[in-house]
């Protein structure tokens, strides 16, 4: 990296978004400084970098503000040839990552729901977020028509969709605890579960994960605030 290089990275830290962020940045070996920001009181550097959308996360290289996660992470690959290429080559594949890792959107909009609604409405977000992730199953299959590959072979070759992938279901054993349910099963979507297995065991997203006990405190709170205003 240039020595000039100074980068920002402005996020929160329980937001999925901003991990698939850090996630690459760690993944590519690229030093940066973290600004956690208060979403219920947004900075006004946040507010000057991000006046569209006002969202977390935002990158600052070098002064210049990057904002929406996708776009930032494609930035990112492209800027520092460091560590796994994120977006392959091949223009058809490089379509088929940008695609799911899109889709992904919309597994995490039908999660959320199902952390913060009950009854009738949580059962619907269940089905869909149900039906999204076996539809996903589907995309991983043409990815990867011979199965996930080795973690060493795999921390070589991590995409976009990979870091998208884990930042939304890094935290599954807290989803389960929380929530009494499984989001990804291993037999119904044994492909998504081994791909987060095999993710799980490389050392810079192992190490940048959420904690168990932090991801467990923060859905016990998303879901208490949920039965409140549903009683209130
Ligand atoms: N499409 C955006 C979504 C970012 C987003 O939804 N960020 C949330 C945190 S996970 C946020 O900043 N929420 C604050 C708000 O909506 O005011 C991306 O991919 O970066």
Same mark, same amino acid.
């Given at each position: 990296?240039?020595?000039?290089?100074?980068?920002i990275?402005h996020?929160?830290?329980?937001?999925p978004? *901003?991990?698939?962020?850090e996630?690459a940045?760690?993944?590519k070996?690229?030093?940066y400084?973290?600004?956690?920001?208060?979403?219920?009181n947004?900075?006004?550097l946040?507010?000057k970098f991000?006046?569209?959308h006002?969202k977390?996360p935002?990158?600052?290289?070098?002064?210049?503000a990057?904002?929406?996660?996708?776009?930032i992470?494609?930035?990112i690959?492209?800027?520092?040839?460091t560590?796994?290429q994120?977006?392959?080559?091949d223009?058809y594949?490089?379509?088929q990552?940008?695609?799911w890792?899109?889709y992904?959107?919309?597994?995490?909009?039908a999660?959320l729901?199902?952390?913060? *609604?009950?009854?009738?409405a949580q059962?619907k977000?269940?089905?869909?977020?149900?039906?999204k992730?076996k539809?996903?199953?589907t995309g991983l299959?043409g990815l990867?028509p011979?199965?996930?590959p080795?973690?060493d072979?795999y921390?070589?070759?991590?995409t976009? &969709?990979? &870091?998208v992938?884990?930042a939304?279901f890094g935290?599954y054993e807290a989803?389960?605890e929380v929530l009494?349910l499984?989001?990804v099963?291993?037999?119904?979507?044994?492909?998504?579960?081994s791909c987060?297995?095999a993710l799980?065991?490389?050392?810079? &997203?192992?190490?940048?994960r959420?904690?168990h006990?932090k991801t467990v405190?923060f859905?016990?709170?998303?879901?208490?605030?949920a039965?409140?205003?549903a *009683?209130?």
């Amino acid at each position: 990296m240039a020595e000039q290089d100074k980068v920002i990275l402005h996020g929160m830290w329980a937001s999925p978004l *901003t991990k698939r962020v850090e996630f690459a940045l760690k993944v590519k070996g690229i030093p940066y400084e973290y600004v956690e920001e208060d979403l219920s009181n947004k900075s006004p550097l946040l507010l000057k970098f991000n006046p569209v959308h006002k969202k977390v996360p935002v990158l600052v290289h070098n002064g210049k503000a990057i904002a929406e996660s996708l776009v930032i992470i494609e930035y990112i690959d492209e800027t520092w040839k460091t560590g796994p290429q994120l977006l392959p080559e091949d223009p058809y594949k490089r379509s088929q990552i940008r695609f799911w890792a899109g889709y992904m959107q919309q597994v995490f909009e039908a999660m959320l729901l199902v952390v913060k *609604t009950i009854g009738e409405a949580q059962e619907k977000a269940i089905k869909e977020v149900s039906e999204k992730v076996k539809l996903l199953e589907t995309g991983l299959k043409g990815l990867f028509p011979d199965g996930i590959p080795s973690v060493d072979e795999y921390s070589k070759n991590v995409t976009l &969709l990979d &870091l998208v992938i884990f930042a939304h279901f890094g935290g599954y054993e807290a989803q389960e605890e929380v929530l009494g349910l499984k989001f990804v099963d291993s037999e119904k979507t044994p492909l998504v579960v081994s791909c987060i297995t095999a993710l799980i065991e490389i050392p810079a &997203l192992k190490e940048s994960r959420i904690p168990h006990e932090k991801t467990v405190a923060f859905l016990k709170f998303l879901r208490e605030n949920a039965l409140k205003s549903a *009683t209130a």
